[in-house]
């Protein structure tokens, strides 16, 4: 191995000790989360050693990062996920690689999901993201829609064509009732996700938690958690 392969594969190891303790703690099967490696900042090459070390679930969050690197690695058997703020300018781009998009939080970026998802002939996950932070009828600080918004968001995913409802996101907030609360905040995700479920039940993923606070969104019943620093180690942004 690669001394970086053999950081990476040491890495997996400990987050996958972590995801499988929080499990047995919650009284959950392993099998029923499944971790993505958010890859930002990270180039290509370590994506590729991801795949070899069994990866298959790979985020970013920006286009301009994603859509070179996601080229690079198109003959790898990778699932990727869009997971950050997306603007509708960007939506081309990024239906030509994401399998999921987690960030969806209005109907202008449906209707633009859908539009570039029928004319790449493909289908694209979706999962709302949900402000924890957000006053009802406005979006959060890093983006998300307000609980109370999720609902005619689903219904608008469930109708748009190209466009499937998988879920809800959240990332834990930095103010408002569930700041440093993050137990508490994927308790409420998991709440909204039960509520849209009984509506499409389908809709199964729960993405929360990422490296810091995984085993709160374990315990909490997150189906996806996120993880970057955790596997890929701390480094300067790119650009």
């Not at 679930?57 to 997306?86: I, M, S, Y």
């Not at 790449?120 to 402000?131: F, T």
Request: glycine content about 8%; aromatic content about 2%; hydrophobic content about 45%.
């Amino acid at each position: 191995m690669t001394d970086r392969k053999t950081e990476l594969a040491a890495n997996l190891a400990r987050v996958e000790e972590r995801i499988a303790a929080a499990c047995a703690a919650a009284g959950r099967r392993r099998d029923e989360v499944t971790l993505i490696v958010v890859t930002k900042t990270y180039p290509a090459s370590d994506v590729r050693l991801l795949a070899e070390l069994g990866v298959r679930q790979v985020a970013e969050n920006r286009d301009q990062d994603a859509a070179p690197k996601a080229a690079e690695c198109a003959d790898l058997p990778l699932t990727w996920h869009f997971v950050g703020q997306l603007q509708t300018n960007k939506v081309r781009s990024v239906a030509g690689y994401a399998g999921l998009v987690q960030s969806v939080d209005r109907a202008r970026l449906v209707t633009a999901l859908s539009k570039e998802a029928v004319r790449a002939e493909r289908e694209m996950g979706c999962l709302i993201q949900v402000a924890l932070d957000a006053e009802a009828g406005e979006r959060g600080d890093r983006g998300g829609v307000a609980p109370d918004g999720v609902a005619a968001l689903a219904e608008a995913i469930d109708g748009a064509q190209g466009l499937r409802l998988d879920g809800v996101m959240t990332v834990a907030p930095l103010a408002g009732p569930y700041a440093g609360r993050q137990r508490a905040a994927f308790e409420r995700l998991r709440e909204i996700s039960t509520d849209l479920r009984a509506a499409y039940p389908a809709a199964t993923m729960v993405s929360a938690g990422m490296s810091a606070d995984l085993e709160d969104a374990v315990a909490a019943g997150a189906t996806h958690v996120r993880v970057g620093t955790a596997v890929l180690g701390v480094r300067p942004r790119l650009g």
